[in-house]
């Protein structure tokens, strides 16, 4: 029988190796694009890590590349990647799919040291992946040359404008050779994503992959709010949230997740406190050196640790087993960023929880995660426990937010736990309810008179995803673009 990678066009080789890592079928976006990449043409993809997206560029490079030769200093394809994680895990990917073949990929990334991509680049390579930072420093350093470049892949390019990188890229793309193949992948399609794409494609491929606003249907969610004043101190309301989160940890001996944080400081400080309290944690963010960053996700990877506490540096694209939760500390600033955040979870068909904590005053940013989402986020109750979150007129600001002992606590009742109903049906883009006596607001825990936090202790991990609308198969099926806003 043919094998459906074969029929795609791909060689005997590629297809044996494929077979041998247990890729039997072509995911939606692999089987769209496959075909027109291997003609050459020009690609534009909408989807999100997870769609099997990075074999569906990396394979037609590796047949496309088997013809030539590899020269010293003239790579014949550059990928470029918003994080060195990511980068990283594309290098992993190739090696694993090139085994075959006498292709050579360096990873260009930051962080590492600069002589050994000095020395790979000076031996020659076929495939550069590398971020914008480090390719631009080498390259300006006269270590390669982008003359012969027959394909230019910019991987979730979305992400890349939002850490600033367009001048970068404009760059880059400006110096590469007129005839070649790009192929331009990104998670959303916004209008400066289309408008980059008409200044970089010639008469691409248009390909979508689910919606961009989907979520996996093997997540629950959840969101747990917290109704501070709008005077409550940072350090009371870190302490609130840090015991809520050991609650949910404790109750239901969580025994992986991530722990998103906006800030820095707080990935810091909750990996600490986290790991004297016995939950062993590491903390990933950008201010920390590169090989911190790549040990860290290593251990966490290899279940040296169960915890890791994250920056959004974490959010988008990796792709790790078994991950089963997904906690965000704060509300992402981005809505958008929430979907990448539960992203790390419900994998490969897998359950995944993803908790969201928010105050009263993440009202807007939840209801834009929410319209975003086309569905609520059912709350998580917990009955009779105000006293947490109210700041008393005479508390000064706790400046250390760490959990005191038991003996030093402020009394927390224990949580009285009820069920989280099934996710109101909602309208679309708009949230809807049927408790006639109170307000939407109040339904969705933004009213004065809510509980200070709310969990259910019992039920969640037993309750089917509640997503009232599930969006996206695991490996997507393809939307036409006609069905989309955006495109
Ligand atoms: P990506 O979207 O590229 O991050 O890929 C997500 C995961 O899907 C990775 O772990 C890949 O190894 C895996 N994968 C990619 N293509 C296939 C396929 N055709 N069948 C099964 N798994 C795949």
């Known amino acids: 029988m043919t094998s459906p990678f074969k029929a795609l066009g791909l060689s005997s080789d590629l297809v044996e190796t494929l077979t041998e890592q247990g890729y039997t079928v072509p995911t939606a976006i692999q089987e769209s694009s496959i075909p027109s990449l291997l003609e050459g043409r020009d690609l534009l993809g909408c989807a999100q890590t997870g769609t099997g997206k990075?074999?569906?560029?990396?394979?037609?490079?590796?047949?496309?590349?088997?013809?030539?030769?590899?020269?010293?200093?003239?790579?014949?394809?550059?990928?470029?990647?918003?994080?060195?994680?990511?980068?990283?895990?594309?290098?992993?990917?190739?090696?694993?799919?090139?085994?075959?073949?006498?292709?050579?990929?360096?990873?260009?990334?930051?962080?590492?040291?600069?002589?050994?991509?000095?020395?790979?680049?000076?031996?020659?390579?076929d495939i550069l992946i590398s971020t914008p930072g480090r390719f631009l420093d080498l390259q300006k350093r006269g270590h390669f040359l982008l003359s012969s470049?027959?394909?230019?892949?910019?991987?979730?390019?979305?992400?890349?404008?939002?850490?600033?990188?367009?001048?970068?890229?404009?760059?880059?793309?400006?110096?590469?050779?007129?005839?070649?193949?790009?192929?331009?992948?990104?998670?959303?399609?916004?209008?400066?994503i289309k408008k980059l794409s008409q200044k970089f494609l010639t008469d691409p491929n248009i390909i979508s992959i689910a919606a961009p606003s989907s979520v996996a249907s093997t997540i629950s969610q959840n969101k747990i709010i917290f109704p501070f004043a709008k005077t409550?101190?940072?350090?009371?309301?870190?302490?609130?949230?840090?015991?809520?989160?050991?609650?949910?940890?404790?109750?239901?001996?969580?025994?992986?997740?991530?722990?998103?944080?906006?800030?820095?400081?707080?990935?810091?400080?909750?990996?600490?406190?986290?790991?004297?309290?016995?939950?062993?944690?590491?903390?990933?963010?950008?201010?920390?050196?590169?090989?911190?960053?790549?040990?860290?996700?290593?251990?966490?990877?290899?279940?040296?640790?169960?915890?890791?506490?994250?920056?959004?540096?974490?959010?988008?694209?990796?792709?790790?087993?078994?991950?089963?939760?997904?906690?965000?500390?704060?509300?992402?600033?981005?809505?958008?960023?929430y979907v990448h955040r539960i992203g790390r979870t419900g994998r490969a068909g897998k359950a995944g929880h993803s908790f969201l904590f928010a105050s009263r005053q993440d009202e807007k940013a939840v209801q834009a995660i929410e319209k975003l989402i086309r569905t609520p986020i059912p709350l998580m109750t917990l009955e009779g426990s105000d006293a947490a979150c109210k700041s008393p007129p005479e508390a000064s600001p706790d400046p250390d937010p760490s959990p005191k002992p038991p003996s030093q606590r402020k009394h927390q009742p224990r949580q009285k736990t009820t069920t989280p109903g099934p996710t109101p049906k909602g309208k679309k883009n708009q949230v809807e309810t049927k408790e006639p006596t109170a307000s939407p607001s109040a339904l969705l825990g933004f009213g004065e008179d809510q509980p200070a936090f709310m969990i259910d202790t019992t039920s969640y991990f037993a309750a089917p995803a509640t997503n009232s609308k599930p969006m996206q198969m695991r490996y997507g099926t393809v939307v036409k673009p006609t069905d989309k806003k955006d495109m």
């Open 232 to 337: 409550t101190p940072v350090g009371k309301r870190l302490e609130v949230k840090f015991q809520a989160l050991l609650t949910l940890l404790k109750d239901h001996k969580v025994s992986r997740g991530i722990v998103f944080c906006n800030r820095k400081r707080d990935v810091d400080t909750l990996a600490k406190k986290l790991t004297a309290l016995g939950f062993p944690s590491l903390a990933l963010h950008g201010d920390l050196p590169q090989n911190k960053r790549t040990r860290t996700l290593n251990e966490f990877k290899t279940q040296k640790i169960s915890l890791l506490i994250a920056s959004d540096i974490a959010a988008r694209g990796l792709d790790i087993d078994d991950m089963p939760n997904v906690f965000s500390f704060d509300v992402p600033s981005q809505a958008e960023d």
């Open 149 to 192: 470049v027959s394909v230019f892949v910019l991987d979730e390019a979305d992400r890349m404008l939002d850490m600033g990188f367009l001048p970068d890229i404009e760059r880059i793309f400006s110096m590469l050779p007129a005839t070649k193949q790009t192929i331009l992948l990104s998670a959303t399609i916004s209008p400066e």
């Open 54 to 125: 990075t074999a569906s560029f990396l394979l037609p490079i590796i047949d496309q590349l088997a013809a030539g030769r590899k020269r010293a200093r003239m790579p014949r394809a550059i990928v470029l990647e918003p994080t060195r994680e990511l980068a990283t895990q594309v290098m992993e990917a190739f090696k694993k799919l090139s085994k075959r073949s006498s292709l050579d990929a360096a990873l260009i990334i930051g962080g590492e040291s600069i002589s050994a991509q000095e020395k790979a680049l000076a031996r020659g390579v």
